[in-house]
């Protein structure tokens, strides 16, 4: 009597096949927190460096819309990077511990 490996999909070698780790709910990669933090992250840097531009370039962004007779001031550049900012610091906590939470 010949023993048939092939029938139950192990390929022979000790390893377990592509049929036996593809779709285990262990062996699949959630790529959902990674997104959201990779997102709010995204969020969080842009609102930063442009809050900090803003510090730099508070007087010359206030002139240009002066001259533009627009009414946005650097104060609130400043104030709506800090929202951003904010916004995208706290998706990433809440990224984070929902990973951890859910077991990720």
Not at 39 to 65: C, D, I, K, P
Not at 70 to 83: G, H, K, L, V
């Amino acid at each position: 009597m010949c023993s048939d490996d092939s029938s139950n999909g192990s390929t022979g070698s000790g390893r377990p096949s592509d049929n036996e780790t593809a779709g285990t709910e262990d062996g699949e990669d959630d790529p959902e927190p990674e997104l959201a933090f990779s997102l709010a992250a995204l969020v969080f840097g842009f609102g930063l460096t442009v809050w900090a531009g803003t510090l730099l370039l508070g007087e010359s962004l206030a002139g240009m819309h002066a001259m533009l007779d627009r009414d946005w001031s650097a104060a609130d550049t400043r104030r709506a990077m800090a929202i951003l900012t904010v916004v995208g610091a706290a998706g990433m906590v809440s990224a984070s511990v929902t990973t951890i939470l859910l077991g990720g």
